[in-house]
């Protein structure tokens, strides 16, 4: 039997409507979301809930309304980020997000569990359906961007938010060692094989640039992201270079602080609605 997820599924009998095979969720009647853009990322650790945060950052700052969705469930780093612990609110029918200081809509399990370092030790269904009851539970309210910060890899949370959500596209991260490129090389192909839009690549962690003398260093080999983004034919958005300064902030919880051109001339063309 083939190990491709979506033609298991398939086969099952559960995927026949479309080609992913399973209908796209629809907004609940407290949301109105205009545009949905997951990022992903194949390895771990290479920067992708910073680069979500700073994509809802710089949207933030542009006048848009805009809301992020963490779906990392098992390592969910966004509330840190944004300095939440808590401020999630029920009204019995739905769940309202978070807010960050400069009014961001955060909905993340770290924001419902008892403490923050609570692990979550749950099989992947239970997570993925998690994942989903953000989008149907959740009262998103107005907003022009939702981001979904995806977890690494090719998983059933990936492959979930792909087939249920209706996105515009994805962003997808990598950094310069060969073994990241390899790995989001994965991520790529799977998101083209489920015909989902690759909007950009972005790769972080690009060099190292000495604050004192100003010399940029490649600690992690040489930059290979625009290579890639030409190999797969996608948008080269462009490279984030490490910056103690970066995580410094995200340690802190201030990451709207944190002033970036990196998304400056980011606009996806078409909305979902
Ligand atoms: P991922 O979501 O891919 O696991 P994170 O965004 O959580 O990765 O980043 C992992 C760590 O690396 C965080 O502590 C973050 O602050 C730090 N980090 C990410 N990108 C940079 C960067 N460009 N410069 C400095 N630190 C960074």
């Given at each position: ?12 009998g559960q995927a026949n ?78 769940l309202f997000p978070s ?80 073994l990241a490129v390899m ?91």
């Amino acid at each position: 039997m083939s190990d491709c997820a979506y033609e298991n599924e398939s086969n099952n009998g559960q995927a026949n409507e479309t080609k992913t095979g399973i209908e796209k969720l629809a907004q609940n009647n407290f949301s109105s979301i205009k545009n949905v853009i997951a990022v992903a990322s194949g390895k771990g650790g290479v920067g992708k809930s910073s680069v979500t945060s700073l994509l809802a950052c710089e949207f933030k700052r542009k006048g848009q309304i805009v809301g992020v969705l963490d779906a990392d469930i098992t390592g969910p780093s966004l509330p840190k980020m944004f300095g939440l612990k808590s401020g999630v609110r029920s009204n019995g029918s739905a769940l309202f997000p978070s807010i960050s200081d400069n009014g961001i809509r955060v909905m993340s399990l770290n924001l419902l569990t008892g403490k923050e370092d609570d692990p979550v030790i749950w099989r992947g269904p239970i997570i993925a359906g998690t994942v989903k009851q953000f989008w149907t539970d959740v009262a998103w309210g107005d907003l022009d961007y939702l981001f979904v910060d995806l977890p690494p890899g090719t998983g059933d949370v990936p492959l979930t938010v792909m087939q249920s959500l209706p996105l515009n596209g994805l962003v997808v991260v990598s950094s310069p060692q060969d073994l990241a490129v390899m790995i989001v090389s994965k991520a790529i192909k799977m998101a083209q094989m489920m015909n989902i839009p690759i909007l950009g690549l972005v790769e972080n962690m690009s060099s190292f640039i000495c604050p004192h003398c100003g010399e940029e260093f490649s600690l992690f080999g040489h930059a290979q992201g625009k290579e890639i983004a030409e190999k797969f034919q996608i948008p080269f958005i462009g490279s984030l270079p490490i910056d103690p300064h970066l995580s410094e902030l995200c340690d802190q919880g201030k990451i709207e602080e944190y002033q970036s051109n990196l998304f400056h001339d980011f606009i996806p063309e078409k909305s979902i609605q």
